[in-house]
C-alpha cells in the first residue's frame, strides 16, 4: 500500500505540470488542495486554516456549487484569512508545474503579497468574484 501511495504521489506531481487554469472536472462543492506527497484536502466550507495542507500546497482546484457570490475561493496567504490573496473562480485548477509564477496578487502591502502560492497557502474563504 505505502509504494502504491508513493507511485500515486509521484504520478501526481509529474500530471501538476499539464495543469493550467483548467477547469474542474465535477463540481463537488469542495475548494480542494493536494499536497506535495499526493495527499487531498477538501474544503467545503471558510477554513481559517488549511490544516494539513497549510503551507504545503501543489495544486488547487475551485469545485464549488455556482452561487450568486459565494463561489469565488479567497487563498489567503496566512492564517485566519490574513495577508495578501489570490482568487480562484470556480471551475478553476491550477498546479505548481503548469503555473509555477502563480502570486499572491491581491492585498498590496499585505504579509505575502507577491509571494508564490505554492507551499505558501494557510487559510480560504467562499466569497463573491474578486
Known sequence: ???LC???GAALILLTGFLSAAPASADDGNFSVWRNNGLRCDFPNNTP??????????IIQNSGYPCSGCDTIRLYWGSNYHGAFICIPRGVTYGKGGDPNLKFDRGFGLS?????????AAS???TGPC
Not at 112 to 120: L, Q
Request: charged share 20%; glycine share 10%.
Open 49 to 58: 486554516t488549511l490544516g494539513d495542507c497549510a503551507n504545503d500546497n501543489v
Open 112 to 120: 505575502g503579497y507577491g509571494a508564490s502560492v505554492w507551499n505558501n
Open 1 to 3: 500500500m505505502r509504494k
Open 124 to 126: 480560504a474563504k467562499w
Open 6 to 8: 508513493l507511485l500515486f
